[in-house]
């Protein structure tokens, strides 16, 4: 089937730890997105990545690191600087040819303890 | 700046009446607009969008949405709710070049 899977569902985290969410797609779509979603504040975009070995600063990059080697792979990693990782992570993706509609996948909690 | 406003934070209806979520740009230009659907702990799944033409759009699981310019307005419309509706739904207008703006969202409980 085609879809983006996240991984893990959910994740623990000490504090002080560097942790990586993966996202894969198999949709062949261009543009990727990470967003963190928290209680009453919608969802928040943190990195975007519109082709292969580029991407760019949503608006809460800090603490937060990308990848983006191949076209199906863009994975988030929450950094020890990220003051409050604690969060439902939504990773999504877009075509490139035309459509602006973005998908997403079933997400990822992360608990910091 | 660029902005999506859900007015309303928690809506409660029967199940069997009609539904209407708000939503309210802000863009200079025409919008491309989204109505997306999230259950507990799930990602998002897209109801419907607005690119141009027609002002009234279709979406899935019987829900549509009008595109009004003149009260920069996208709302959701049901005209029977079921209990599987239950959700929160968000507004999202596409800021260029390439990002989706959200609105907070809208908790919709619904009651036998």
């Known amino acids: 089937d085609g879809g983006i899977t996240q991984s893990p569902k959910y994740l623990f985290r000490k504090e002080g730890q560097n942790v990586t969410l993966s996202c894969e797609q198999n949709l062949n779509h261009d543009a990727m997105y990470w967003y963190r979603q928290d209680p009453g504040q919608g969802l928040r975009l943190i990195y975007y990545?519109?082709?292969?070995?580029?991407?760019q600063k949503g608006d809460i990059a800090e603490g937060y690191s990308v990848s983006r080697e191949k076209k199906e792979s863009f994975p988030l990693t929450v950094t020890s600087a990220q003051k409050n990782p604690t969060a439902f992570y939504l990773c999504?993706?877009?075509?490139?040819?035309?459509?602006?509609?973005?998908?997403f996948g079933e997400g990822s909690w992360l608990t910091v303890v | 700046a660029q902005s999506v406003t859900q007015p309303d934070i928690h809506i409660t209806v029967s199940e069997g009446a009609s539904l209407e979520l708000r939503c309210n740009y802000s863009?200079?230009?025409?919008?491309?607009l989204f109505w997306y659907v999230q259950s507990p702990g799930q990602g998002l799944q897209l109801l419907l969008k607005y690119f141009s033409g027609d002002t009234l759009v279709q979406g899935i699981k019987g829900f549509e949405a009008e595109f009004k310019r003149s009260q920069s307005s996208f709302n959701l419309r049901k005209p029977s709710v079921h209990w599987s509706d239950a959700a929160e739904y968000f507004c999202a207008c596409r800021k260029l070049p390439d990002k989706l703006i959200f609105g907070t969202g809208t908790r919709l409980q619904v009651f036998p």
């Open positions: 990545s519109q082709i292969v070995n580029d991407f």
């Open positions: 863009y200079g230009a025409t919008p491309y």
């Open positions: 999504a993706s877009r075509s490139g040819t035309g459509t602006n509609t973005i998908y």
